[in-house]
């Protein structure tokens, strides 16, 4: 099990930055990927950028050259740098993480949530 605890969002005013972190905790051992998505109302929820413990990032391309996804040393927290935000960057934003776990049957993948931090950028 993993648990995952969002922080630093909040309001901000178009152009400017913003820096979420997770915390991740429980199993952290088995955490292969570490990510960030979010959703808007109306929207599903969406790929924002993701990093494996390799250091292999993803982007979404709304938000390519303008975030920026990192991870520390222990590979149990993320970040992820919003720089250039505009508007349409309003959104909830989850902190997701993608554990492996191995049984004597199989190995298993899954996928854990936090419960997610809201941005708000004002034009």
């Known amino acids: 099990q993993v648990q995952l605890v969002e922080s630093g969002g909040g309001l901000v005013q178009s152009g400017g930055s913003l820096r979420l972190s997770c915390a991740a905790s429980?199993?952290?051992?088995?955490?292969?990927?570490m990510g960030w998505y979010r959703q808007a109302p109306g929207k599903q929820r969406e790929l924002v950028a993701t990093?494996?413990?390799?250091?292999?990032?993803n982007y979404a391309d709304s938000v390519k050259g303008r975030f920026a996804i990192s991870r520390d040393n222990a590979k149990n927290t993320v970040y992820l740098q919003m720089n250039s935000l505009k508007p349409e960057d309003t959104a909830d934003y989850y902190c997701?993480?993608?554990?492996?776990?191995?049984?004597?049957?199989?190995?298993?993948?899954?996928?854990?949530w936090g419960k997610g931090t809201l941005v708000t950028v004002s034009s």
């Open positions: 429980g199993r952290i051992y088995a955490i292969s990927a």
């Open positions: 990093i494996t413990d390799a250091g292999t990032t």
């Open positions: 997701h993480a993608e554990s492996t776990i191995a049984t004597i049957e199989r190995t298993t993948v899954m996928d854990h």
